[in-house]
């Protein structure tokens, strides 16, 4: 009978991945006929943790550099103080979720949004090597070492002059469940976390809370839902979650279920680098915590509204519903 659990498990995780596989499809990866070629599935699996790692790597830009990347040495302690690091100004580590890369959107909508403010160095970590489509069950299992690492650039600028209370970790998909696990690896949890639809599929059935976001990962975790229930998690997840326009599709996204689905998720990150260029831009009301939202009633409780992501008080705990007024957040998604 274990056995036969076992393999059940198994043929369920592999049901699910397959699913993960079809909503991140696109054509330029050949036709959904590449899934019967052995070199398409050429995963990454991570047997051994140790940082640096080749497949991991770490950029920074800053006001003086603008979109031009630096590469960042952990083993050089010189490292950031040659590549225009300014103590002085605040600090935010942008991690990327499946099939995903720092040079690519939605992270380059986030980076050009903080570029924008010229308050901010900002820190990427591109772990794309070992995240690629369509591997998604070998890169839910190397977060792990991503994590780690990640943990390693975040104890170096703190190290260099940065200031804890001035950084934050803003991650998306399965780059939200990083941010939390970098507070495995430190001595003193994270002042700041933001969730972007944090991943869902596996997620729920496999893993444990060390390795996925939570409020103990940071004094204030902030999530934001834009796909619940499908790519991103449901419910409250952190101190304070945003339920956007019912939490499960997005109005400005359109086509199939499956692309709504991919579009959406994508979306959280278009909210929040609207919120870093203008503010208070977006406002929540108090409402129960369940997301998605299923019907047309959001169960809205009394209270004041609150501003959504980087503006943000801090210390507001609760769910907040959110209703945006454009269908055009976004349109490189289009």
């Not at 980076?111 to 591997?135: E, G, M, Q």
């Not at 790519?231 to 499960?248: K, M, P, S, T």
């Amino acid at each position: 009978m274990q056995f036969c659990s076992e393999i059940m498990q198994i043929i369920h995780w592999c049901l699910l991945s397959l699913i993960v596989i079809g909503v991140y499809f696109k054509g330029s990866y050949g036709g959904i006929w590449n899934i019967w070629d052995l070199s398409y599935w050429r995963c990454v699996l991570k047997k051994y943790y140790q940082c640096p790692d080749n497949d991991i790597r770490y950029y920074m830009y800053t006001p003086h550099t603008g979109t031009k990347r630096i590469i960042i040495d952990v083993r050089n302690r010189y490292s950031l103080e040659y590549s225009n690091f300014d103590p002085d100004k605040k600090n935010v580590l942008i991690i990327h979720g499946f099939n995903g890369t720092e040079s690519r959107s939605p992270i380059t909508i986030l980076r050009n949004a903080f570029l924008s403010t010229k308050k901010y160095n900002i820190f990427t970590v591109d772990w794309s090597p070992i995240t690629h489509f369509p591997c998604y069950v070998s890169a839910l299992s190397n977060t792990r070492i991503v994590g780690q690492c990640a943990a390693k650039l975040y104890s170096f600028i703190m190290n260099n002059g940065g200031i804890a209370t001035e950084t934050t970790c803003i991650g998306h998909s399965l780059g939200a469940h990083i941010c939390g696990m970098i507070s495995n690896h430190l001595t003193k949890k994270q002042h700041k976390i933001v969730g972007l639809d944090p991943a869902r599929p596996l997620i729920n059935e496999f893993a444990n809370p060390t390795f996925r976001l939570t409020q103990d990962d940071a004094y204030q975790v902030q999530v934001i839902h834009t796909n619940a229930g499908f790519l991103g998690e449901i419910n409250q997840v952190g101190h304070v979650d945003f339920c956007v326009n019912g939490g499960r599709f997005q109005p400005s996204c359109y086509g199939h279920r499956l692309r709504r689905a991919r579009c959406s998720h994508f979306q959280s990150a278009c909210y929040y680098a609207q919120t870093v260029k203008f503010g208070n831009s977006i406002m929540g009301r108090p409402c129960t915590a369940k997301c998605p939202k299923t019907t047309s009633n959001w169960g809205l409780l009394p209270g004041k509204p609150i501003p959504m992501g980087e503006q943000t008080p801090f210390g507001i705990r609760g769910t907040y519903c959110v209703q945006t007024d454009t269908k055009r957040d976004c349109p490189f998604f289009q």
